[in-house]
């Protein structure tokens, strides 16, 4: 069985420009979580999507921001990139809401030069 | 006060070793509680969950004290692929997003 899957691998941006990251989670999973690991600040919560709508948000400007589509699959976007959103993002993927065990994707790897 | 503390790290370990991490949570609502693994440059991986009377998974045990609002992973024998980062894992309420301490470093010597 497919694990959480997310492209790209890694992306490179200039600053000021948009990002779009995508993840698939495993099948059967309805909820989609995004984390932003930065260097030396450990695993930082973004988004939480369930059944299509946005659930939470972590303590981030509204120019991250996502969906997630009828398949379940979502879409991170980071709007203005700035230097300092250099991070790998993570999507994990959990049966949904109630569930906890959450499965991570490898990342993308996002560098704002 | 950080939501999920956990001990700064790094350890430093020879083979055979054990070695316990420590962690607080600071919400008395905490609900949920797991120890993930991550290795150099990789996802994060559930370990273990941890429940209030305490669990073993072969070498690892992990324990949870609530009134202390206090986690713990305890391995023993330690083997050189258990070099990782250590990452301590609480939800809660009935908030679902898995709130994260910035991990420990662990690298076992031969």
């Known amino acids: 069985e497919a694990g959480v899957t997310q492209s790209p691998t890694h992306l490179i941006k200039t600053r000021g420009q948009q990002a779009t990251l995508r993840c698939s989670p495993i099948?059967?999973?309805?909820?989609v979580y995004w984390y932003q690991q930065a260097l030396g600040l450990g695993l930082q919560f973004l988004l939480w999507?369930?059944?299509?709508?946005?659930?939470n948000r972590g303590n981030f400007p509204p120019r991250f921001s996502g969906r997630q589509f009828p398949n379940y699959s979502s879409e991170l976007n980071v709007n203005a990139l700035e230097l300092e959103d250099s991070a790998l993002y993570l999507c994990?993927?959990?049966?949904?809401?109630?569930?906890?065990?959450?499965?991570f994707g490898q990342g993308t790897r996002l560098t704002v030069v | 006060r950080k939501e999920v503390e956990q001990d700064p790290g790094p350890f430093n370990v020879p083979e055979g070793a054990t070695v316990a991490f420590n962690c607080t949570y600071s919400?008395?609502?905490?609900?949920?509680f797991f120890w993930y693994r991550q290795d150099c440059r990789k996802e994060p991986k559930l370990l273990m969950s941890?429940?209030?009377s305490g669990n073993e998974d072969g070498r690892f045990t992990a324990q949870l004290n609530r009134a202390s609002q206090y986690i713990s992973l305890l391995i023993r024998d330690s083997k050189l692929s258990d070099s990782a980062t250590y990452l301590c894992?609480?939800?809660?309420?009935?908030?679902?997003?898995?709130?994260f301490g910035k991990g420990t470093l662990l690298t076992v010597n031969p």
């Open positions: 941890v429940y209030s």
């Open positions: 994990a993927s959990s049966l949904g809401e109630g569930y906890t065990e959450a499965f």
């Open positions: 919400n008395s609502a905490s609900q949920s």
């Open positions: 099948s059967g999973h309805t909820s």
């Open positions: 999507y369930d059944e299509g709508e946005e659930r």
């Open positions: 894992v609480v939800t809660i309420g009935s908030n679902y997003k898995l709130t």
